[in-house]
């Protein structure tokens, strides 16, 4: 009943920016947590940054410096905004949220919910 949508991947050249954005639907009581993973090829899915409901954020040390995350509540939505970008951030990009269900009738719960991914390539 939770649903993310990515979107803003693409091609770039080193040096260039790309902002991804991700939207969360579904019968959300609260959003403890959203973030962003990627998977490059042959490697594991590994943590980009998240930001928390009370604005705290944390980067991988491969990221600090060049990419920023931030939310938008009113829209339960998240962004990447990501610059100086190079051939090793080429990677599947994943949205990730901890949610907390509008409750029924077996009370509330909280879920991992994962986006579809979208691509990120860096090349000239």
């Known amino acids: 009943q939770v649903q993310l949508v990515e979107s803003g991947g693409g091609l770039v050249q080193p040096g260039g920016s790309l902002r991804l954005s991700c939207a969360a639907s579904?019968?959300?009581?609260?959003?403890?947590?959203m973030g962003w993973y990627r998977q490059a090829p042959g490697k594991e899915r590994e943590l980009v940054a998240t930001?928390?409901?009370?604005?705290?954020?944390n980067y991988a040390d491969s990221v600090k410096g060049r990419f920023t995350i931030s939310r938008d509540n009113a829209k339960n939505t998240v962004y990447l905004q990501m610059n100086s970008l190079k051939p090793e951030d080429t990677a599947v990009y994943y949205c990730?949220?901890?949610?907390?269900?509008?409750?029924?009738?077996?009370?509330?719960?909280?879920?991992?919910?994962w986006g579809q991914g979208t691509l990120v390539t860096v090349s000239s």
């Open positions: 990730n949220a901890v949610v907390l269900v509008v409750p029924g009738p077996g009370g509330y719960r909280y879920l991992e919910v």
């Open positions: 579904g019968s959300i009581f609260v959003i403890n947590v």
């Open positions: 930001i928390t409901n009370d604005d705290r954020t």
